[in-house]
């Protein structure tokens, strides 16, 4: 089995169908939830803002990290509502990401609190950098907008491309609040290579 072969393997037999948290669905690289309990630990977020949950597993999961490892709520966005109850720290929002409304639903919730953002929902390369322009200034100094699956630029997924890898280049291009932290692929296999971005915001 080549190399290309295996992460086609994990993505479509082991990631999309076998990592369950609590039983549910997660739709996660392992490696990555990994690294991102690391990185709640070391910056202390009180609002994790995650953008797309599907069946809700990578929720449930945030949420029991914010309750052990951090202190503060889940704030989880996405089109439709999982079929599954939210523990008592998570907010949903049904909406699209960077809709008007969805936005200023987010905003009041987060405004004057130390979060960082996950985006996880619409991989187009426009629709993540739109992401990547309204949610940006959400994120505290120190803190993470983590870009998910970039994985299929590098793997040129025909299907999925251009994807969040061609986003982030493009916004780094605009901004200098963000810079790639390359330690956070120490796993080597992640699904969000180029995409763990600090902010460096004075």
Same mark, same amino acid.
């Given at each position: 089995?080549t190399l290309?072969?295996w992460?086609?393997?994990?993505?479509?037999?082991?990631?999309?169908?076998q990592?369950r948290?609590?039983?549910?669905?997660?739709w996660k690289n392992?490696?990555d939830?990994?690294v991102?309990?690391e990185?709640?630990?070391?910056?202390?977020?009180e609002?994790?803002i995650?953008?797309?949950c599907?069946?809700?597993g990578?929720?449930?999961w945030?949420s029991?990290?914010m309750k052990?490892?951090?202190?503060g709520r889940?704030?989880?966005?996405?089109?439709?509502?999982?079929a $599954?109850?939210?523990p008592?720290? &998570? %907010?949903?929002?049904q909406?699209?990401?960077?809709?008007?409304?969805? /936005?200023?639903? #987010?905003r009041?919730r987060?405004?004057?609190?130390?979060?960082?953002?996950?985006?996880d929902?619409?991989?187009?390369a426009?629709?993540v950098?739109?992401?990547l322009?309204?949610?940006g200034?959400l994120?505290?100094?120190?803190c993470?907008? $983590?870009a998910?699956?970039?994985? &299929? %630029?590098v793997?040129?997924?025909?299907k999925?491309?251009?994807?969040p /890898?061609?986003? #982030?280049?493009?916004?780094?291009t605009?901004?200098?609040?963000?810079?790639?932290?390359?330690?956070?692929?120490?796993?080597?296999?992640?699904y969000a290579?180029?995409g763990f971005l600090?902010?460096?915001?004075?």
């Amino acid at each position: 089995m080549t190399l290309r072969e295996w992460i086609e393997h994990y993505q479509e037999s082991v990631a999309m169908k076998q990592v369950r948290y609590r039983g549910v669905l997660a739709w996660k690289n392992v490696f990555d939830l990994w690294v991102i309990q690391e990185i709640i630990h070391e910056t202390q977020p009180e609002v994790v803002i995650e953008i797309g949950c599907k069946f809700g597993g990578t929720t449930l999961w945030l949420s029991d990290i914010m309750k052990t490892v951090a202190s503060g709520r889940v704030l989880s966005i996405d089109l439709a509502r999982p079929a $599954i109850p939210f523990p008592d720290n &998570v %907010d949903f929002i049904q909406g699209n990401s960077i809709s008007d409304e969805t /936005l200023a639903k #987010v905003r009041k919730r987060a405004q004057g609190k130390r979060a960082m953002v996950i985006a996880d929902g619409n991989h187009t390369a426009d629709h993540v950098l739109q992401e990547l322009r309204f949610y940006g200034p959400l994120v505290a100094s120190g803190c993470y907008f $983590i870009a998910e699956d970039g994985i &299929v %630029d590098v793997m040129e997924w025909e299907k999925f491309t251009p994807g969040p /890898l061609v986003a #982030v280049q493009r916004f780094l291009t605009q901004t200098d609040d963000f810079e790639i932290d390359r330690d956070r692929e120490k796993f080597i296999l992640t699904y969000a290579p180029g995409g763990f971005l600090k902010c460096v915001r004075p």
